[in-house]
């Protein structure tokens, strides 16, 4: 499996941004999505996540609210909206895939993801 994570790019604090992830030979029902980033110098931390088929969605706290998750079944792709940006929002954007079954619920720690992508580079100006 290989994932694709795009839509990276510079924002102004303010700002919106539509990142996406496509997988190669496209994704499968039992399937969980999620996205995780990484601030210069933090670890990384889970974002947000979802089920492929049910659509049930899994949120880091500090994120509710201006970062919401979804599928495009159309495209095959998994999608993360940011609104309203902050500079702290900076870093890259990694998708992952949960291919195991192991979970109801989209799962929220990263050892819980067994596929990897290369990442998407978010900067915002303030």
């Known amino acids: 499996v290989q994932l694709q994570a795009s839509g990276g790019g510079f924002v102004q604090a303010g700002g919106s941004l539509r990142l996406s992830c496509a997988a190669s030979g496209g994704i499968f029902a039992r399937w969980h999505m999620g996205w995780f980033r990484q601030a210069p110098g933090k670890d990384r931390e889970f974002v947000a996540a979802?089920?492929?088929?049910?659509?049930?969605?899994s949120y880091a706290d500090s994120m509710k609210g201006r970062f919401t998750i979804s599928r495009d079944t159309a495209k095959e792709m998994v999608v993360l909206q940011v609104t309203t940006l902050i500079p702290e929002d900076r870093g890259v954007y990694y998708c992952?895939?949960?291919?195991?079954?192991?979970?109801?619920?989209?799962?929220?720690?990263?050892?819980?993801?067994?596929?990897w992508g290369q990442g998407t580079l978010v900067t915002v100006s303030s």
């Open positions: 992952a895939a949960d291919t195991t079954d192991n979970w109801t619920r989209p799962p929220v720690r990263e050892g819980d993801y067994n596929y």
């Open positions: 979802i089920n492929w088929r049910s659509g049930r969605t």
